[in-house]
């Protein structure tokens, strides 16, 4: 059907070419030609609007407008593309209309759609600038969430280096007033731990290793020493120099590790409960003492170096 009013519609708009004597003068479309042809362009513009094709009707509505520029087809043209989906084409269409017939039939229709449009128009920017506002806070939110997480890893990252730090005896350092610069001061760790945990730590585990020592001494040593002099003292026991020398080393052996042992659980305490004064009245002085023992032939010893609280 289309096809067939297409062929129409050409069929009138386009003379059929005829055979003309030289110098013989050519007709021209009268106006009741190009009305007639302009009608039948809005029949066809109306038409294909009516069926949801809108850039056809456009053509022919534009087709029309060329032979007649009749204010009406500018509504008519206003009407297919706000019908299309363009409103800002449709505003233009609508006021050029008005401006062209304020007073027309259609004049207070196009106003009605040119004041619908704009609001339509201003809606949907509103809904774009709202819309980029929430995109906007959304990826706000997130980098805000995400600093945070950095920030709470962290956090737990330097009080687990605390704590280790202060289990293995390490004090917190921080700056003071003295004449010579920054001094070393025991503050509490990030962990929450106290100053002289590190010196208790070292007290124990000094006197652990002191029981060791001593346990070493008396029970290994101690009863090979013992177990050999009891097997020399046996009646018709053969004198056996080996024996003698074996179980004199034993003997030595067994009061050099007692009295080594006996002196780091000394030491161990000593620290131990240095590290507990400090920690009670927060003096870093405890925290520069160490006690070394000494071991040499004459003798066992024990050495305090550095000031008391």
Avoid: W
Wanted: charged residues 20%; contains cysteine.
């Amino acid at each position: 059907m289309r096809s067939t009013l297409l062929t129409t519609l050409l069929c009138v708009a386009i003379p059929t070419a005829t055979v003309v004597a030289p110098g013989a003068a050519i007709a021209q479309p009268t106006s009741a030609d190009k009305k007639k042809a302009a009608k039948e362009y809005v029949d066809a513009g109306l038409a294909a609007q009516n069926s949801g094709d809108y850039d056809t009707a456009l053509t022919f509505f534009g087709k029309a407008y060329e032979l007649v520029p009749h204010p009406v087809l500018l509504f008519n043209m206003a009407q297919a593309h706000r019908l299309g989906g363009r409103p800002p084409q449709a505003i233009d269409f609508y006021k050029k209309y008005i401006e062209a017939e304020p007073k027309g039939p259609q004049a207070k229709t196009a106003r009605e759609f040119v004041t619908a449009l704009e609001v339509q128009l201003a809606s949907a920017e509103a809904r774009k600038a709202d819309e980029a506002r929430k995109a906007d806070e959304a990826r706000t939110a997130e980098a805000a969430r995400e600093a945070e997480e950095a920030r709470v890893a962290e956090d737990a990252r330097q009080a687990e280096a605390a704590r280790v730090a202060d289990a293995a005896g390490v004090g917190a350092v921080g700056p003071t007033t003295g004449p010579d610069g920054p001094d070393p001061v025991d503050e509490p760790t990030a962990g929450g731990s106290k100053p002289g945990g590190g010196m208790r730590i070292a007290g124990l585990a000094t006197a652990g290793v002191g029981l060791g020592a001593v346990g070493l001494g008396l029970f290994v040593f101690g009863a090979k020493a013992s177990t050999l002099s009891d097997q020399l003292s046996e009646p018709g026991a053969v004198y056996d120099p080996q024996k003698i020398a074996d179980g004199e080393a034993a003997n030595r052996t067994m009061i050099i590790a007692t009295a080594v042992g006996g002196a780091l659980v000394v030491g161990g305490v000593v620290v131990y409960m240095l590290g507990r004064k400090k920690g009670a009245a927060g003096s870093s002085a405890a925290e520069r003492t160490s006690l070394v023992p000494v071991v040499s032939p004459g003798g066992v010893g024990l050495v305090l170096a550095g000031s008391l609280p």
